[in-house]
């Protein structure tokens, strides 16, 4: 799992490649909530283009960074899902409650 942030006009793209499943959840949520308190974005783009697995455990990061920016009074959108990650993020139905686009 690899993760690259860039912050620009208040906007953090959050980059995920690789393999996320539940051993690498823990340790990625920490980095991710690190990256998020330390740049205090209006808006979080959480870019999953080079993300080729996700298990549940992806779902549950969505919403634990849902509610981090909803605390800070900013927003999460997910973006360049793959087809295999978009499977379980639609069998999830989190959708409903963040933008998310292929």
Do not use: W
Request: aromatic share 2%; proline share 2%; net charge negative.
């Amino acid at each position: 799992m690899k993760l690259t942030a860039t912050q620009e006009s208040g906007r953090l793209t959050l980059a995920l490649s690789g393999e996320l499943d539940h051993h690498e959840a823990k340790n990625l949520i920490r980095e991710l909530e690190e990256r998020i308190d330390t740049g205090l974005p209006r808006d979080c783009v959480l870019d999953l283009e080079g993300l080729r697995f996700m298990d549940s455990s992806g779902v549950a990061i969505l919403l634990k960074l849902h509610r981090r920016m909803n605390a800070l009074g900013g927003r999460l959108f997910v973006q360049n899902v793959q087809s295999q990650p978009m499977r379980v993020l639609d069998a999830s139905g989190i959708d409903r409650i963040i933008e998310i686009s292929a």
